[in-house]
């Protein structure tokens, strides 16, 4: 059983920087893949970044991509993810995510646990 708490939303303006946080509970949390995805009001989940179970690889959404940095410390049990140049579209509930390493990363179907979410709202 792994427990996900996100933590790091807020509001800021376009063009702006956040650092969301995922804390996980569970002393298995190196051997899944974690990834996150966003919520935006009246619209479906949809993934964001994934960082396999090492670290070793990332995955990004192409509308991220060049502006989100996903990576994960497993000593501490944390997954981050750097949001630069943060758009008004980015607008959303953002969620983490603990998947096995041979999950469709970008499905929410394949997910195995899941945080409550944080929600970060960007201005224009």
């Known amino acids: 059983q792994v427990q996900l708490v996100e933590s790091g939303g807020g509001s800021v303006q376009t063009g702006g920087s956040l650092r969301l946080s995922c804390a996980a509970s569970?002393?298995?949390?190196?051997?899944?893949?974690m990834v996150w995805f966003r919520q935006a009001p009246g619209k479906e989940r949809d993934f964001v970044a994934a960082i396999s179970w090492s670290g070793g690889s990332t995955y990004y959404a192409d509308s991220v991509k060049g502006r989100f940095t996903i990576s994960r410390d497993n000593a501490d049990n944390m997954v981050f993810l750097q949001m630069n140049g943060l758009r008004p579209e980015d607008t959303a509930v953002y969620y983490c995510a603990a998947t096995g390493p041979y999950s469709d990363y970008r499905s929410v179907d394949d997910m195995h646990y899941w945080g409550k979410g944080t929600l970060v709202t960007v201005s224009s």
């Open positions: 569970g002393s298995t949390f190196s051997s899944y893949a």
